[in-house]
DNA sequence: TTTATTTTGCGTTAATTATACGCAAATGTA
DNA sequence: TACATTTGCGTATAATTAACGCAAAATAAA
């Protein structure tokens, strides 16, 4: 007969921020493993009457302050039976999406640091997370094209400039600035603002919000939402 | 303390096949269980030194003979926690297409029955599988229109009709076969072979390969397959 | 006070792609 | 021989995308 079931089951979180015209990932430093100490993504193990999502909700408000605006399953790691060293784990990743613009992280504990990386500078991570991360962007890239997911990135309020930022950034490509904005407006879910941009330089710049109601009712009759690039 | 973590881990597989023009979904009906009888999507837990995926070949090799072209990890069902009344399990969903055309799935066995049901006439599934193979033919719909998988559900050498027929069904959608055609060809991802259909009636029809080295080069250069309709 | 500099906001045009058809060719059948 | 059926190729028009031009509104510099 089999032998009893002994695998472990674990959720990690990859939260992106967006933040000075970089893209960013929320790692922690677990710090009671004493030798050898490595970022991770934030995670831990899901309690037996714990939905999977209420356990990255949880991990994440235990190691940080962060205010979701989007959170969605990206993938399950389960193939690499030995990607914990010391005990067979599966990991159910999720990936989140916040507004860092005025975040503050929680100040770090005996127990652990928490700090924003930029993508690009990402350090050796703990287990199989620098895989996790590596598909949970390649997942942000492609959602950002066929999904409003941009404005989970930014403030409530935000100029056009940083929506086109956001996109460039992100997606690594160039767009010309006034076919994009003809794009977006075409689709008639931003809403103007009567406010006024505070930067110094230039034209002054109105201030756009996503309409989230108008999305929804233009997605009830077929609409589809789509961004692409040469 | 945390009480111990007392989760199983299953693995459940949709597999998708084709036929006379229809889509078809693979069942399983357990014997064993006496009383209440459930068709049931294929599947069981995962053993301590097996992969996800390992898993899921060998529940279906256990249960079917079926070849398959494609599989794909689908969702990981663990937010309802009684989702199985016994059990706290945790589901890794998969999906898979094989070519059904002239396909033999293993004879029933004193176990279980196994049957082909199709896409619109499923009766109440155990568990949460009903969910899960909602969830899926999404996936596969949406997948069809941003990769050449519909090639994955028919024979080696197929007619363009056939292609067509396919993805007018799956996606419930009316397409002009003329503009359809214009289309996968322009792709240049389909080799032409020296042979006709078999069929009797109409000008004679030639059959087609799908040419995945071609397609292989093309992705690498940056091409994107896509199939949109009205 | 003028003159640059910068960034926004709105337009125009050409190129490409999608849509809606027409129609002859090649077979089997009445 | 005429007819029904399905394939295979083509063409005209509409719609969308891509590539730019340029004035307006502010600040900074001369």
Redesign the interface.
């Known amino acids: 007969m089999?032998?009893l079931?002994?695998?472990?089951?674990a959720v990690d979180a990859i939260v992106f921020g967006y933040k000075n015209n970089d893209l960013y990932v929320l790692l922690i430093e677990q710090k009671f493993g004493s030798a050898d100490r490595y970022w991770a993504l934030p995670g831990g193990?899901?309690?037996?009457?714990?939905?999977?999502?209420d356990a990255v909700i949880r991990e994440l408000h235990e190691e940080t302050n962060v205010q979701l605006t989007f959170m969605e399953?990206l993938?399950?790691f389960?193939?690499?039976?030995h990607r914990d060293s010391r005990n067979?784990v599966?990991s159910?990743a999720y990936y989140a999406l916040v507004d860092a613009s005025n975040l503050e992280i929680k100040a770090d504990t005996d127990a652990e640091r928490v700090q924003w990386f930029k993508i690009d500078e990402i350090p050796p991570l703990a287990f199989d997370h620098n895989l996790i991360l590596e598909k949970g962007i390649e997942r942000l890239k492609a959602k950002l094209t066929y999904e409003p997911i941009g404005f989970d990135l930014l403030p409530e309020e935000f100029l056009f400039s940083d929506l086109e930022n956001l996109y460039c950034t992100i997606l690594e490509k160039e767009i010309d600035r006034r076919n994009f904005r003809k794009k977006i407006l075409s689709y008639g879910i931003l809403e103007e603002t009567e406010k006024f941009s505070p930067i110094k330089t230039g034209r002054p710049a109105k201030l756009f919000k996503f309409n989230k109601l108008k999305y929804n009712e233009l997605i009830d009759k077929g609409f589809h939402f789509e961004i692409k690039f040469a």
């Open positions: 089999e032998k079931q002994n695998i472990r089951i193990l899901v309690q037996n009457d714990e939905s999977l999502s399953q993938y399950t389960g193939d690499d039976i067979r599966i159910v």
